[in-house]
């Protein structure tokens, strides 16, 4: 690689970013930040949509209707995937804020954009 190319700048801003700690600052940041919205979403999500859903006629009755127009299991079960779905959309967005309240505010400017939250939720189902 020749001395001035592009790819010199770039491992040069790496390497001082690394000597500074900011990328490994962010990647902490970024795992404590999967871990706590992981822990929540495992435990405690599910369970609370669950008992939400179950407490409603209105979300019980939609969920049956659901289970006979596509005979793909039992009302129970499609009550359990609804809470799944539930909370995996409430852990991804409370990990986006965060990831950009915190992580990458020097990136984002600490703004919520749609695009960049429709972008983020993708990564997440390609995960």
């Known amino acids: ?22 990328v ?6 970024f ?10 979403r495992l435990r405690r ?8 859903y179950e407490g409603s006629a209105i979300v019980l009755t939609g969920l049956a209707w659901v289970s006979h127009a596509c005979a793909c299991g039992r009302p129970e ?5 609804a809470a799944n779905i539930t909370s995996w ?15 990458f505010a020097a990136e984002s400017g600490r703004k919520l954009r749609w695009r960049d939250y429709l ?3 993708v990564s997440g189902i390609a995960d």
């Open 1 to 22: 690689m020749a001395p001035g190319s592009p790819y010199d700048s770039t491992r040069t801003k790496l390497a001082d970013a690394w000597r500074h700690r900011a």
């Open 45 to 52: 999500l599910p369970a609370g949509a669950r008992g939400v």
């Open 89 to 103: 959309l409430v852990a991804v967005t409370g990990s986006y804020i965060m990831n950009s309240s915190i992580t």
């Open 31 to 40: 795992g404590v930040i999967g871990i706590f919205n992981n822990g929540g």
């Open 119 to 121: 972008t983020f939720v």
């Open 77 to 81: 079960t499609i009550l359990l995937v």
């Open 24 to 29: 490994s600052l962010k990647a902490l940041s």
